[in-house]
């Protein structure tokens, strides 16, 4: 429980860092994420 907790923070410093430092690549996750919504 205590490791799924870590992984999660782990996992949501990334994306915070990555949204941060990378703006044009959370865009481009948003639109695959549209895209894949569109295919199923």
Same mark, same amino acid.
């Given at each position: 429980?205590?490791?799924?907790?870590?992984?999660?923070? $782990? $996992? *949501? *410093?990334?994306?915070? *860092?990555?949204?941060?430092? *990378?703006?044009?690549?959370?865009?481009? $996750?948003?639109?695959?994420?549209?895209?894949?919504?569109?295919?199923?």
């Amino acid at each position: 429980m205590i490791f799924g907790i870590l992984y999660f923070k $782990f $996992f *949501y *410093y990334i994306v915070f *860092y990555f949204s941060k430092s *990378y703006t044009q690549m959370k865009l481009r $996750f948003l639109i695959l994420k549209l895209n894949l919504t569109f295919l199923f």
